[in-house]
């Protein structure tokens, strides 16, 4: 089993609508939860951090994470073309190494 | 500016040559990373420096050599690489012991080809 586990998509969504981007971690002790976004030829930029249950809003981005169910998902609402890139989860464990799954493209059209 | 900057952003050489990739950091931040992203593969970390003291060498072969003078800079040696070897290769630092837990931020990434 991988130790963070992404769909590779493409996730294809229309404009204005909500993309969900979905991410599954195999070490239960895991502590912090990371999403990154990496454009086509471009490095990796943060885009939010999560360490407790629940949601965390940041504009129109939310992370939920459910460390019951080892799950942390990044909504964007009101897509946009330029939201178009590879999304990282990341996930920080008792090893304090970040461990990167492959990500997911996300496609918006117009 | 970004607050991690790389040098050269894209880099050819041949399997004989040797050569360095370079990465400094203007965030204070006092752990540095060099990881390795290959196409369909998820990022790799590779060595990772808390204050200059090598913490972590993720087997990776001899060829690249790590080199950390102070907590701001950072370099990656190269030197008879093979063509597999091609890859985007990206610097980060974090501040350890901070809230956000040990957040990474990421240079620009230096493009190699291996020829």
């Known amino acids: 089993q991988k130790e963070v586990e992404q769909n590779s998509g493409p996730l294809s969504v229309p404009e204005g609508a909500i993309a969900s981007l979905n991410c599954t971690y195999s070490d239960r002790g895991s502590q912090s939860f990371f999403w990154y976004r990496q454009y086509s030829g471009k490095s990796p930029e943060l885009i939010m951090f999560?360490?407790?249950?629940g949601d965390k809003e940041d504009g129109r981005f939310t992370a939920q994470l459910n460390k019951a169910s080892q799950y942390v998902s990044l909504l964007i609402r009101d897509s946009q073309p330029s939201d178009s890139a590879t999304y990282l989860c990341a996930v920080n464990g008792n090893t304090d190494k970040l461990i990167f799954g492959t990500g997911t493209r996300l496609q918006v059209f117009p | 500016e970004t607050g991690v900057t790389q040098t050269p952003r894209h880099l050819v050489m041949g399997m004989t040559n040797k050569k360095s990739l370079k990465c400094e950091q203007h965030l204070g931040h006092n752990a540095m990373y060099w990881y390795k992203q290959s196409a369909k593969k998820p990022l790799e970390l590779m060595f990772v420096?808390?204050?200059?003291?090598?913490?972590e060498n993720n087997s990776v072969p001899s060829r690249f050599s790590p080199e950390c003078p102070n907590s701001s800079h950072l370099f990656l040696h190269l030197h008879t690489l093979q063509p597999e070897d091609s890859a985007l290769y990206l610097c980060?630092?974090?501040?350890?012991?901070?809230?956000?837990?040990?957040?990474?931020?990421f240079g620009e990434g230096s493009w190699l080809t291996v020829v």
């Open positions: 999560i360490y407790s249950n």
């Open positions: 980060a630092s974090s501040l350890e012991d901070s809230e956000a837990g040990n957040t990474i931020y």
């Open positions: 420096y808390n204050f200059k003291e090598q913490t």
